[in-house]
């Protein structure tokens, strides 16, 4: 049971990515999904979730406007539409089932299950 994160790459700012995240082993329906990432010498910071009851979305203040996450419950895959990138935005990301939403109008995520490996987005200035 894992979920497996793709579609990094180099990009310059101002650019574009969309990150896969494709699950083995089990149906993503049922699992609120959420994406990290990772910065070299920093902490891990979850950025986005999708809920599985209605597939509400829900951002970091970090992204918020410029990251759309979305859920393909046939491809059993939840994506990350990554737009006008920044050098900050660099590191490794990272999907995860987990609980998440918004407090205090802050976003929130708590735990990572089934997170493997993750793979690496850099945005070149």
């Known amino acids: 049971v894992q979920l497996q994160a793709s579609g990094g790459g180099l990009v310059q700012t101002g650019g574009s990515l969309r990150l896969s995240c494709a699950a083995s082993?089990?149906?993503?329906?049922?699992?609120?999904i959420g994406w990290f990432r990772q910065a070299p010498g920093k902490e891990r910071e979850g950025i986005s979730c999708?809920?599985?009851?209605?597939?509400?979305?829900y951002y970091a203040e970090s992204v918020k406007g410029r990251f759309t996450i979305s859920r393909d419950n046939a491809k059993n895959t939840v994506y990350l539409q990554m737009n006008s990138l920044k050098p900050e935005d660099t590191a490794v990301y990272y999907c995860a089932a987990t609980y998440c939403g918004y407090y205090d109008g802050r976003y929130y995520s708590d735990g990572m299950d089934y997170w493997g490996k993750g793979t690496q987005v850099t945005v070149s200035s």
């Open positions: 999708i809920s599985s009851s209605d597939a509400s979305t």
């Open positions: 082993g089990f149906t993503l329906d049922y699992n609120n």
